[in-house]
């Protein structure tokens, strides 16, 4: 009975570092997850910037063009 009782606790045992390391890959992976959704709003953010430029360089070109005399 002895023997039968340290099975299961050495299976237990098995189980619950197996759990742990599951456990662990999945914070592993919900951090690395975390990282690249900063890393997305980073560069839309990003974006959005460069469109307003690109809107304000696009204006002053329409702008200098209307101002330039027509030969």
Sequence with gaps: ERDSQNAKLADANSQIAKISKERDDALGQ??????SEH?????????????????????????????????
């Design 30 to 35: 919900l951090v690395g997850l975390k990282d």
């Design 39 to 71: 890393r997305v709003a980073v560069l839309l953010a990003e974006n959005t910037e460069l469109k307003e430029k690109l809107a304000t360089a696009e204006q002053t070109v329409r702008e200098v063009s209307e101002d330039k005399p027509k030969k």
